[in-house]
Nanobody
Framework: QVQLVESGGGLVQAGGSLRLSCAAS????????MGWFRQAPGKEREYVAG????????YYADSVKGRFTISRDNAKNTVYLQMNSLKPEDTAVYYC????????????WGQGTQVTVSS
């Protein structure tokens, strides 16, 4: 049974930072690409960042480039999203995802963690 468990969300002021973590179990983690999505109320889910199995290929949405950093630790079966210079428009539920391709990224999902950025 595959489980993706996010943590690290919370309330932060604009300009602040948060680090999200996603711990994976039940899958060969080092064989999977991992990603972060977000969904704000009334908006479509947005693919924020993705990282391939080795960390050698990384994707960022234009909206977060230069502010967010995705990384992974295959020894700990964990993927991270470091979020700096947060803006109120970053407020959303953030979801961790796993797939065997950076492009598809929809095979497995976590339950989500709320990030709220106050102005």
């Amino acid at each position: 049974q595959v489980q993706l468990v996010e943590s690290g969300g919370g309330l932060v002021q604009a300009g602040g930072s948060l680090r999200l973590s996603c711990a994976a179990s039940g899958l060969p983690f080092s064989n999977y690409a991992m990603g972060w999505f977000r969904q704000a109320p009334g908006k479509e889910r947005e693919y924020v960042a993705g990282i391939n199995w080795s960390g050698g290929r990384i994707y960022y949405a234009d909206s977060v480039k230069g502010r967010f950093t995705i990384s992974r630790d295959n020894a700990k079966n964990t993927v991270y999203l470091q979020m700096n210079s947060l803006k109120p428009e970053d407020t959303a539920v953030y979801y961790c995802a796993a797939d065997q391709s950076l492009a598809t990224m929809n095979k497995y999902w976590g339950q989500g963690t709320q990030v709220t950025v106050s102005s």
